[in-house]
């Protein structure tokens, strides 16, 4: 059985009398008790511990001493334990048992292989981004408990508070005193229009060149909505839009059924269930004058240390996730693939009407 690395007292009840003072033992001791015990002979157990049989003897005294009670007779042929060594010895037994498989427990979560972790994001980014992610991380730590929470990132802000969140992935619209932040992506702002929109094929567009457009946009006091309208400020304001909503999905359903242009970052296009629901439908065209981008940061409680399962998600997430914003081909996410399909289908036409004319 090996050995600890230091003396470690612990305090045990031997009495349920009230006025009786607890015994102030050692994890050595008990560990040497147990082995004595075990093997029936202070030499063997001595070996097992990796102690002298003179160190042995010493913390079998000690704790005899303590307890106030003869442990073992000893004889020059035997060693017997004594009626309250037995009495003691299931207690200990217990006692040790437990103590390892606490100690292999937090052995596993230092290393790792267990623990929990509560990471909270924004509602686009737990549809667009996080299934691949979190689904990547499973794999990696099987038996990690995880837990997402998708919310405004005000509401994230205020769970890290309580310590209801250990981590939040959101873009935040300002520093705060008490949250360590770290920027792990900058994902741009993208028009998104219907692959056949006029607008599909463009390479990129100005902001200027969307005034006149019917617009779909976040009601007013979302962070998106503000940062549309700081954008489109120099330009004599946000023109008014052809329809507000309040979910992202909502505004791209409505762009995917050409009912006007959204403004939004570009990883909401990677939101497979509506890709689906819309066969793939949608463009994201990138904005220019001004280009624009927003910063997604993970953040945590300063004053709160990150569990280890934290730490890994943690890790997990600067590794992959501004992989994860690449834009995905096939799925719509790209202007220029799209508009050269788009192109390249306007062209067979018109050479199919110049052979018939």
């Known amino acids: 059985m090996p050995t600890t690395p230091h003396d470690t007292s612990l305090t045990l ?27 029936g002979s202070f030499t063997r157990a001595a070996a097992a511990l990796f102690l002298s049989q003179s160190a042995l003897s010493a913390l079998i005294r ?25 009495e003691l010895m299931p207690a200990v037994q217990r006692l040790l048992a437990d103590l390892d498989r606490v100690a292999g427990d937090l ?5 790792r292989r267990r623990g929990r972790v509560r990471l909270g994001t924004t ?45 939040a992935l959101a873009t935040f619209d300002a520093r705060e005193p008490d949250i360590e932040s770290e920027a792990l992506t900058r994902d741009a702002m993208v028009a ?18 969307l005034l006149d457009q019917p617009l779909l946009l976040l009601r007013e006091g979302s962070g998106l909505r503000a940062l549309v309208e700081r954008c489109f400020a120099p330009l004599g304001g946000c023109p008014k839009p052809a329809q507000e909503v309040t979910h992202i999905a909502t505004a791209m359903a409505m762009a995917a059924a050409d009912m006007g242009v959204a403004i939004l970052p570009a990883y909401a296009l990677h939101v497979s269930v509506l890709h689906a629901a819309t066969q793939g439908g949608l463009v994201g065209v990138p904005l220019r004058q001004p280009a624009v981008s927003r910063e997604v940061s993970l953040a945590h409680l300063q004053q709160r240390s990150l569990s280890p399962a934290a730490q ?46």
Request: charge should be positive; aromatic fraction near 4%; proline fraction near 4%.
């Open 13 to 39: 009840a031997l009495t349920s009398r009230p006025s009786a003072r607890p015994a102030n033992v050692s994890l050595k001791q008990l560990r040497g008790f147990a082995a004595v015990a075990r093997e």
């Open 62 to 86: 000690g704790l005899e001493s303590e307890l106030g009670l003869r442990l073992f007779d000893r004889t020059t042929r035997r060693l017997e334990m004594t009626d309250a060594a037995r």
């Open 107 to 111: 052995r596993d979560v230092a290393q």
């Open 123 to 167: 509602p686009l980014l737990a549809a667009s981004l996080m299934p691949q992610l979190l689904r990547s991380f499973q794999q990696h730590y099987p038996d990690i408990e995880l837990s997402l929470l998708d919310a405004s990132a005000d509401v994230l802000l205020g769970k890290l508070r309580l310590g209801e969140l250990d981590l």
């Open 192 to 209: 998104v229009c219907s692959q056949d929109h006029f607008l599909a094929g463009r390479a990129h567009i100005s902001w200027a060149e």
């Open 312 to 357: 890994a998600m943690a890790e997990h997430l600067r590794q992959h996730l501004a992989q994860a914003t690449q834009p995905q081909q096939g799925a719509g996410a790209t202007a220029n693939n799209t508009g050269d399909a788009r192109q390249a289908v306007h062209r067979k036409k018109a050479q199919s009407k110049h052979r018939a004319a």
